[in-house]
């Protein structure tokens, strides 16, 4: 069974650029997140979609970040524009509806300049 | 908001030595979930425990949780190299809520 896909898996841009990140879940899972994780800090939840609907995106700062999973499968994480503080690993996981367990993806690492 | 506070932050033990990771919470647990994560790579899921005084071993790995105490622990008997890595608790904050919220880590260095 293939796992969560993400790319790109590095990335480097300068500030007020702009950046794109696309993750495909695991195949058959109904849920995908995007959590954002900063260099000694667990991840952070970012959004959680159930499908194609946004279940939970209270913590994305919705000023430069937006995501979307149009036909419910793969999704695109957008910052715009980026800013030095986001530098981070972003992930991507999914789980099958109703259940707790998620997989996550490799990760994308974007640094900032 | 729910918080996970992990001890230790990092942990240098020799190989063939146990070791054993905590993680407490502000809040009661509902799920308690054990990932495994290796520099520049994502999360490996190791184990998931949701009730309390439950216990649940993979290989050399043992995990319990104290829902009393609102914690819990990650125990490695007999460390391998294959064991170094930064291991994280992630909890859910209501019953069937999937939203997690993670610990700092804990880094953990074998030695030979």
């Known amino acids: 069974e293939a796992g969560v896909a993400q790319s790109p898996r590095y990335k480097i841009i300068e500030k007020r650029q702009s950046v794109a990140f696309w993750c495909n879940p695991i195949s058959g899972h109904a849920t995908l997140y995007w959590y954002q994780q900063i260099l000694g800090q667990g991840p952070k939840l970012l959004i959680q979609f159930q499908n194609n609907g946004v279940v939970d995106d209270s913590q994305l700062p919705k000023d430069r970040f937006s995501a979307e999973r149009l036909k419910g499968v793969d999704s695109t994480l957008k910052i715009q524009p980026a800013k030095l503080e986001d530098s981070a690993v972003y992930l991507c996981a999914s789980s099958f509806q109703g259940k707790n367990i998620q997989y996550f993806g490799a990760g994308t690492r974007l640094s900032v300049l | ?112």
């Open chain 2, 1 to 112: 908001s729910q918080e996970l506070e992990q001890s230790p932050q990092s942990l240098i033990v020799q190989e063939g030595k146990n070791l054993t990771i905590n993680c407490t919470s502000s809040k009661t647990l509902y799920g308690l979930y054990w990932y495994k994560q290796k520099y520049g790579e994502g999360l490996i899921f190791l184990m998931m425990l949701q009730k309390g005084g439950e216990e649940k071993s993979h290989e050399k790995i043992t995990a319990k949780l104290d829902e009393k105490k609102q914690q819990s622990s990650l125990h490695i008997t007999a460390s391998q190299p294959s064991h170094a890595g930064i291991y994280l608790c992630g909890a859910s904050s209501n019953f069937g809520n999937e939203k997690l919220t993670f610990g700092t880590g804990t880094r953990l260095t074998i030695i030979p």
